[in-house]
Structures are given as C-alpha cells and as structure tokens.
C-alpha cells in the first residue's frame, strides 16, 4: 500500500470558501447590497456565520435605501402637511441605519477595522519575521553529522 506524504493531508484553514454569491429569494436591491459589501472585504472573509450576518446587514441596508427614497420624494413635495411623516420617517431611518452600521462592523467591512492605531504602527513594524511556532529545520551536511 503507498504511503501518502504528511502534506497531502494538511488541509489549509480560511475563513470561508471565496466570495460567497448574493442568496436566491434577495430582490434587485438586495443582491447589489451584497456584492458591495463582499467585493470590499477580503477573499475568503465570510464563512457560513458571516453570511448569516450579512444576510441581515442586506435587509436592514434594502430597508434604508427605500426609506432614503421616499424622504427625498416627501422634502421634494414640500408639504407642510407632511413633515410629521417626514420626521417619523427620518426617526425609522436612523434606527435602520445604526443597524446597518453595527452589522458592518460585526462584519468587519468598515473602513475604521482596517485602521492600525497610531501606537501600534511602529510596533508593528517592529515585530519579527519569524514568529516562534515557526520551526525550520536546520540542513546540515552529510560529512558533519559523522
């Protein structure tokens, strides 16, 4: 029986499995929310759990996009009859919108998560190349192990 290499078992852990395609059952809106969202994280960002996530995040965004739209057509009107619909509108989009910017940062697709602190930027810069899991093997020649 041949004997398979210990490298053909490793199996690379990613967080998720590429860019993930808009669900069935998203409108119009909904899908382009989606592609927005994961065209600006990384390649293998989501995993099923971020997808529930963003599942939510593209309603809560669809809902606002719809709500932005009829605030518009309701200042475009101009009727004094209508500004208390105008105000409970605005209220229900700034919960909406807060919602929507909690579930971006659970996702980690704000521009803010990508940011290094000023006070970790040089520490960073000053962290070693090798890390101390990394193990390399030292090669020695044939002659010097006799």
């Known amino acids: 029986m041949a004997r398979r290499s210990a490298s053909s078992q490793v199996t690379p852990i990613v967080p998720g499995h590429g860019r993930p395609t808009p669900p069935r059952g998203l409108d119009a809106i909904e899908k382009r929310i989606?592609?927005?969202?994961?065209?600006?994280?990384?390649d293998h960002w989501?995993?099923?759990a971020g997808q529930l996530i963003l599942r939510r995040l593209v309603a809560q965004a669809a809902i606002a996009e719809?709500?932005?739209?009829?605030?518009?057509?309701l200042r475009a009107q101009g009727s004094i009859d209508e500004e208390e619909q105008i105000d409970a509108l605005a209220a229900l989009h700034s919960v909406t919108a807060k919602t929507v910017a909690y579930l971006l940062t659970q996702l980690r697709a704000t521009p803010r998560s990508?940011?290094?602190?000023?006070?970790?930027?040089?520490?960073?810069e000053q962290a070693p190349t090798t890390r101390p899991w990394?193990?390399?093997?030292?090669?020695?020649s044939p002659a010097a192990t006799h």
């Open 66 to 73: 719809r709500r932005e739209a009829r605030l518009r057509q």
């Open 114 to 124: 990508r940011m290094v602190a000023r006070t970790a930027g040089p520490l960073v």
């Open 134 to 140: 990394d193990i390399k093997a030292r090669v020695q």
């Open 34 to 42: 989606w592609r927005d969202v994961v065209d600006a994280l990384p």
């Open 46 to 48: 989501l995993d099923p």
